[in-house]
């Protein structure tokens, strides 16, 4: 009895040690298949997830949506997927659809620079500058090596009229990206809001040497060249620009090279430019090229053409002087002396703040022996302008003294 009752107890203890290993192994082998089907759904999600990004890429934004919806119910807890979808929304321009579904990918994932980034697109949409500084900002702090955060930050602040601060916060950040262009094109960009347009030649330039390919840069570039006076630059960086595929037959390029080829003694290759802008249905209306046109051919006293254009400018803009300025041009040359006078006086009331033809008409009474008549028109610009170098100088010339203060106006 003894022996069978320790066969016994032998038993049931071998037993126990059986079931107990038989647990074990089943509460590990369920741990396993839990952690293959995790590591499975997280493998078709991603497979998924890549689909829906080429799909987007391919500008098939209703296939993208279904096929991110699909690996997000796979997978709930990817911050890459809740992305996606944001930015299939900002496409589709459904900004709340696109803001929630960033808010998903942030609350999965705080520091995930996308959900920063494309959260700043959406509140920059909604004009919303505060709140999109802030998130390109704190892009910028999760990704301190991408420049395009801090650009986007700084363009916020400008936004926001907060020039010095927009500037200090890229210059704090210059020296990091030493060899990128998009910071000093930024800072060129303030330059020029700033009015410091020599400035923005130099941050331009800078931008330029960094990336030589880029025709953006270049066109700011010319823009602010133009803008210090450097004009024979602008237009040699002009007839390259419009030689570009990107920039080829702009007609706002084009207008800014006749320009700078008035500007720099070569009127009659601007008038040819510029009688080839004024032709056809779309120049005819072009108010900014029969403008220059007339200057072209005021400069190289090209009577016959004058008329036309003059002609042409009071039809496009009788409220603006120049069109009546340049008849009267056109007539004093014909030999028309009393029209051209009748016409600069209806320049002169067209022209407002404008002095030019109002210092043509003492110049020209001048010319006519009627040098009190001359002087009292010269008076009257220096009155309204007393820092009108012209006026002064006639003043000077046609009473023969020198005004170190404007005189007053006649009475």
Known sequence: MKSLRLVQIGFSATTLLLLAGCMSHGEHTSEGLSLAKTRLGQLKAGTELQMAEQQFMAGNLERAKKTTMKAITIEETNPKAFVLLGRIYLEEGKLEDAKGAFAKAEAIDGKNVDAQYYTGIVYERFSQ????????????????????????????????????????????????????????????RLSALKGDHAKAVEYFSEARRLA?????????????????????????????????????????????RADCLLNTGRAGE??????????????????????????A????????????????????????????????LHLKQSGDAAGAMRSLDEAIAAAGEVSEP????????SDAGRQQEALEVAQQVLAVQPDNANARQMVEALSGRTFTTAPEAPR
């Open 212 to 256: 030589p390919d880029d025709v953006l840069v270049m066109e700011e570039l010319l823009r602010a060249r133009i803008a210090v006076g450097d004009y024979r630059e602008a237009e040699f960086d002009l007839a390259a620009l419009l030689k570009t595929e990107s920039h080829k037959g702009r007609r706002d390029l084009q207008l800014l």
């Open 270 to 295: 601007a008038r040819a430019l510029l009688t080839t802008l004024t032709s056809g249905d779309e120049g005819a209306r072009d108010l900014a090229a029969w403008l220059l046109l007339g200057k």
């Open 129 to 188: 500058f505060d709140e999109a500084h802030v998130r390109y900002s704190r892009a910028a702090e999760l990704s301190p090596d991408n420049p395009q955060y801090v650009v986007a930050a700084a363009e916020m602040l400008i936004r926001l009229r907060k020039l010095d601060e927009a500037e200090r916060y890229l210059i704090s950040h210059q020296d990091r990206f030493a060899h990128n262009a998009a910071i000093r094109q930024s800072l060129g």
């Open 358 to 365: 109002m210092l043509l008409k003492s110049l020209w009474l």
């Open 297 to 328: 051919c005021a400069e190289l006293n090209d009577g016959p053409r004058m008329r036309i254009v003059a002609g042409r400018l009071i039809a496009l803009a009788p409220e603006r002087y120049e069109g009546y300025f340049l008849r009267a």
